[in-house]
């Protein structure tokens, strides 16, 4: 089974960007689709992308259309979550995710522990 570890969360003020990655353990990696979500306190976990296994799908939420693009290096077990255009409504937890290919968070097997992005105004 795969394990996941985010990282490159941070403080960013609006119109910024930031870069999320998502390094997995497992020589599987290349055979799981992968997603990302986010949460706020108090709200259920939102989707915000996800990517085929291959990565010639990709899909995401209205929300960030056009400013966030999902990508994944298989040979560095690695998938990426490339954030522009930032705005506060985009402070969140993000976690990215194995093993499904829907918008719902109880559709994948695997998370992270999340990374705390937080857009100022």
């Known amino acids: 089974q795969v394990q996941l570890v985010e990282s490159g969360g941070g403080l960013v003020q609006a119109g910024g960007s930031l870069r999320l990655s998502c390094a997995a353990s497992?020589?599987?990696?290349?055979?799981?689709?992968m997603g990302w979500f986010r949460q706020v306190p108090g709200k259920e976990r939102e989707f915000v992308a996800r990517?085929?296994?291959?990565?010639?799908?990709?899909s995401y939420a209205d929300s960030v259309k056009g400013r966030f693009t999902i990508s994944r290096d298989n040979a560095k077990n690695t998938v990426y979550l490339q954030m522009n255009s930032l705005n506060p409504e985009d402070t969140a937890v993000y976690y990215c995710?194995?093993?499904?290919?829907?918008?719902?968070?109880?559709?994948?097997?695997?998370w992270g522990q999340g990374t705390q992005v937080t857009v100022s105004s």
């Open positions: 990517i085929s296994w291959s990565g010639s799908r990709t």
């Open positions: 995710a194995a093993g499904g290919w829907s918008m719902w968070s109880s559709d994948y097997e695997t």
């Open positions: 497992g020589r599987t990696f290349s055979s799981y689709s």
